[in-house]
């Protein structure tokens, strides 16, 4: 589709290594997307919020990540014509398109956050000791996705924007156990504001 007279891609869930499938298998849409030629990518997330300051319902920008999974979608021979054999990810997440989000989301009321995404592999929610060990790493959320498919588009030159919806607190800091359908109507509620930072975002980009 286009949005302001610019094509758009968009694509509905994704596959997760959890559920076992091969990394290649997981980044393959990012690939497709750029040979049609898809220089911004915008991915969200369900994440646990670390950060004190972070509640459910809660919209942050990804200003970096920490990926403790185990994985890597780059690991095997290098595919050359998709990009260098050892990306540079000192800029996962370009500061210069993230005032951009946030600058949308204040045209419309809706504050951003910001803050360090940890990918742990799941399917498992974290443990409290997990969680006191992410908060002390530096961590400010926490999840089972998006970071291969941010790895793989630095790897193919493409500029990323994150945003997490924070549905539920991180194990430990709350007394309530973790409820797998309370974290998708959490996100599902608060990801519809995200739709028009994103339009907005969308149409300001050069």
């Not at 974290?183 to 599902?188: D, E, G, H, T």
Request: net charge neutral.
């Amino acid at each position: 589709g286009t949005v302001r007279g610019r094509s758009v891609v968009a694509l509905s869930g994704r596959l997760h290594a959890y559920e076992g499938y091969p990394m290649q298998d997981v980044v393959l849409p990012i690939r497709v997307m750029a040979l049609l030629g898809v220089k911004t990518l915008f991915v969200t997330n369900a994440s646990g919020g670390i950060n004190p300051d972070f509640h459910p319902g809660d919209l942050v920008m990804i200003e970096d990540h920490m990926n403790l999974s185990g994985r890597n979608p780059l690991v095997g021979p290098n595919l050359n014509q998709l990009g260098p054999r050892f990306p540079d990810m000192s800029e996962a997440y370009p500061q210069a398109l993230r005032e951009k989000l946030k600058a949308a989301g204040a045209a419309h009321g809706i504050t951003l956050k910001s803050g360090v995404y940890c990918w742990l592999l799941g399917p498992t929610y974290e443990t409290p000791a997990e969680i006191r060990m992410l908060s002390r790493l530096g961590g400010d959320m926490v999840g089972m996705s998006t970071v291969p498919e941010v790895i793989a588009a630095c790897h193919l030159g493409i500029r990323v924007a994150g945003v997490a919806c924070i549905t539920n607190y991180a194990a430990g800091l709350r007394p309530e156990r973790l409820n797998h359908a309370d974290v998708k109507a959490v996100a599902n509620r608060a990801m519809a504001g995200f739709a028009t930072i994103l339009t907005e975002t969308i149409g300001s980009l050069e």
